[in-house]
């Protein structure tokens, strides 16, 4: 159901501004890591959950990785995450 939405969603005015690709399998998008974003004072905050019972090593397209900060854990963000169960990113970007 979920793959049958994802075109929808994209064609509807501003789409998805953030996707999170699988990091191995770049193709595809990752399931059970749910994400909410918000432009605010000029940079992208993006809330990041992992809802799998296994790690998950994703790249998030549409968050610039310049200046990608964790505002949780105060570290730099590269361009591959790797979130364990139920951990949370709060990523801001410019």
């Given at each position: ?25 770049p ?47 105060n ?6 995450l ?13």
């Amino acid at each position: 159901m979920k793959q049958g939405i994802l075109p929808i969603l994209d064609d509807l005015p501003g789409g998805r501004p953030v996707k999170l690709k699988l990091s191995e399998s770049p193709d595809e998008e990752a399931f059970g890591v749910e994400w909410r974003s918000v432009t605010f004072n000029g940079r992208r905050l993006v809330n990041i959950v992992n809802y799998n019972k296994q790690a998950v090593s994703i790249i998030p397209e549409g968050i610039s990785t310049t200046d990608r900060i964790d505002l949780i854990t105060n570290t730099e963000v590269g361009q591959v995450l790797t979130i364990d169960p139920l951990e949370i990113y709060l990523i801001s970007a410019l």
